[in-house]
């Protein structure tokens, strides 16, 4: 890591000297380390290295305020525990914000007195990311979605060739040489999105969702210039590269002229742009709308036709934060499932109190942290196992990254699928 300097210093105490943000403020001062979070946080509970209790990360966020924005701390350091933003301290900010904290937010709900511990967090990222401490391979996942359109660097030709591909595969399943997945074309109804690991490592999914909308008979087109739901920079705290990644679907939005932007399963890819884009850039967004809220509204009203006979097996749900926790989408992925599959059970804790799978806060992208991501997942594992399911059903293709590799890890011998796989699967074709 490079050695701090004063002009580095500047530029992290500017997030904490923002006296506008008085929210940032009050919650720096208000955690009375009652302890109450350690519950509810997987690197604790699987660690037991009180260094990763929720709390204390606060702390080491409130420590610098407290040096450089209060006269006690300025004066009388050690009486109020301030911290100096030095190299040493400044590592252990990076080990404990980036690489202990999938910004998850169960500890919140956890908190006695109400501290919005992921949005210290959050800061505390944005400190590090305007002093240049973003973890490399984080900020390199940016960089590519900066550099190229989408955050896995995917040529348009690749791309281009795998929907080709794809939709091909749509058409042998269908048995319909019609069946298309458009792609730039203006005045659709949808403009749908894609998590680039979708195009990179599971391109089925595409063609699953692709014959929801021909069950659906819905007008729709892909973007070859914007389709990557994901926005990295809201994990590595950069609030620039946060605006320009958000103004890119903004503005493709306007070209493309689509009624209404449908987000891929992606849990932060749907926060980053529904919630949080509109503040990026200081404009609301075109009517937006998770896929999962768009699919349960096919089959309420009767646009599509799912037979939950065709699936047996035991499925359960994992919920992604950003999406139930931090969105509020809870109830339709489980009007999704009772109405697609014949034996669907929850997890035990569910819903806005599940557990993370450990993927979260940008975890996937940072392989230093790799071993402590995999430790973490231990408490999803066994939450699986309790359930005696076969399928694992989440939308989010990041959980079902992570949880792929938890299946491995930990042997669970089960299939892990996105909501749109599961709706596939179970599609009347021709119905009405």
Known sequence: MEKITKDKIKAGLEVLKDLQDSK????????????????????????????????SKVDMVSSIYRRYCTLTGKVFPGLVGARKLDDANISEMVDLLYGACTMCG???????????????????????????????SLQATVDAALESGNNMAI??????????????????????????????????????????????????????????????????????????????AYFSGHPKHSRII?????????????????????????????????????????????????????????????DKELTQEIVTLHDPCNLVRSGGIVDEQRYILKNTVKNFVEMTPCGVDNFCCGGGGGQLAMSEYNDRR???????????????????????????????????AYRLNVQIKTMAEIVADALIIGYP
Not at 28 to 48: I, K, M, P
Not at 169 to 177: I, S
Request: proline share 5%; glycine share 6%.
């Open 374 to 408: 995999i430790k973490i997942a231990e408490i999803k594992a066994e939450q699986i196992k309790k359930t005696g399911a076969g399928i694992v059903a989440t939308p989010c293709h990041n959980c079902v990254d992570q949880l792929s590799q938890i299946n491995v």
């Open 155 to 232: 040529a348009d030709e690749d791309f281009l060739d795998t929907i080709e591909w794809m939709e091909e595969e749509l058409q042998d399943e269908l048995n319909d040489p019609a069946a298309s997945i458009p792609i730039n074309q203006p005045g659709k109804n949808v403009l749908y999105t894609l998590n680039p690991r979708e195009p990179k490592f599971f391109p089925l999914s595409i063609v699953a969702m692709a014959k929801i909308f021909y069950a659906a008979k819905e007008t729709w087109t892909l973007s070859a210039n914007m389709y990557d739901v994901t926005n990295y």
């Open 24 to 55: 940032l403020i009050s919650h720096l001062n208000s955690c009375v380390h009652c302890g109450l979070c350690a519950d509810s946080c997987l690197y604790y509970l699987t660690t037991g290295d009180e260094r990763l209790i929720p709390a």
């Open 246 to 306: 958000a103004q890119r679907m903004f503005d493709e939005m306007q070209k493309m002229q689509a009624k209404k932007l449908v987000l891929a399963e992606c849990g932060h890819g749907s926060r980053a742009s529904r919630w949080e884009g509109p503040n990026y850039i200081g404009k609301e967004f075109p009517e937006t709308l998770n896929s999962v809220e768009l699919i349960a509204g096919y089959i309420k009203s009767g646009r599509i036709k799912p």
């Open 106 to 136: 169960r500890c919140v709900g956890h908190c006695s007195i109400g501290v919005d511990i992921e949005y210290v967090i959050r800061a505390g990222r944005e400190m590090l990311a305007k002093m240049g401490y973003v973890p490399a």
